[in-house]
Structure formats: structure tokens, C-alpha cells
């Protein structure tokens, strides 16, 4: 892999670490704003995607060590609207994912043909993204339906 390649990389594996960060911080935050007879497992269910997110971006920064560079220590940003219905926070969650799940697939097009390592890790975490995205497409959803959510 030529040195411009390596940038390019390391550069969208900072943004992943970046983006994955800020993931920690918002489902925690989220998690302190479930009120209600659900709490419990909805509170569960978050602090576990916060988990989820560290792992994602002590992942990140192992490929960016891994290809000699050194990780960003930046946060990616925080989308705060104060509307903490649940609805609401899954809304902002899925936006979320959704843009973590371009990253990756950004990430998966600039490793082809470079790196077979870095191809199967960004599979591995498209992958990922897309059955966490599908679980809270499935979340928003309104008990007996079976489309997608909308988005609206």
C-alpha cells in the first residue's frame, strides 16, 4: 500500500474511532434519559450499544496502530435535540448508524485490492452496523407492522 493510500485509510479509521467515541457517550447519555415503566430494559439495551461502541473504536484504533499511525484523540460530534422520548432517541440513533455504516463501507472501498486485513474488518463491521441498524428499524416500528420504519 502506497503512503497515499495509508492516509487516506488511516484518516477514515480516525473518523470510525471518532464517530464510534461519540457512540459511548451518546447511548450513555441516552441511557440516563429512559423514564417510565420500560426503563429497565431500554436502559440495558443502551448502556449495551455503549459497550458496543468502545469496542468498536478500541478496534478502530488497533488497525490505526496496526498500519504504524497514530489514533486520533477527538470525539465525533454529538447530536443533542432534547427530545428524549424514546422514539426520539432511537431516531437519532439510527442516524447515527447510519452514518458509522458509510465509514465503513468508505473504509471497505479504499482497503480493496490493498489490504485483505482491513477489507474483512470493515466487512466484518458493515456487517455489524447493518444487523444494529435493522434491530432499531425494527424498534420504531408500531406492534403488527412489518414495513420498514419510514423515517417519518
Do not use: C
Not at 461519540?22 to 426503563?39: C, D, E, K, M, Q
Not at 474488518?121 to 447493518?130: L, P, S
Amino acid at each position: 500500500m502506497n503512503d497515499t493510500d495509508k492516509d487516506r485509510i488511516v484518516g477514515i479509521l480516525n473518523n470510525i474511532l471518532e464517530q464510534e467515541l461519540a457512540g459511548v457517550v451518546r447511548y450513555t447519555h441516552y441511557s440516563f434519559l429512559v423514564f417510565g415503566f420500560n426503563r429497565i430494559p431500554i436502559v440495558s439495551w443502551l448502556r449495551s450499544q455503549a459497550g458496543e461502541s468502545l469496542l468498536h473504536a478500541q478496534e478502530a484504533g488497533e488497525m490505526i496502530t496496526l498500519l504504524g499511525e497514530h489514533p486520533s484523540l477527538n470525539i465525533g460530534p454529538l447530536l443533542e435535540t432534547h427530545n428524549h422520548d424514546i422514539a426520539a432517541i432511537l431516531r437519532e440513533s439510527l442516524q447515527a448508524e447510519s452514518a458509522a455504516l458509510d465509514l465503513y463501507r468508505e473504509l471497505l472501498k479504499a482497503a480493496e485490492g490493498r489490504s485483505v486485513t482491513l477489507e474483512e474488518y470493515a466487512r466484518k463491521m458493515i456487517y455489524a452496523e447493518e444487523v444494529h441498524a435493522s434491530e432499531v428499524d425494527k424498534m420504531l416500528r408500531m406492534p403488527g407492522e412489518i414495513a420498514t420504519y419510514s423515517g417519518g
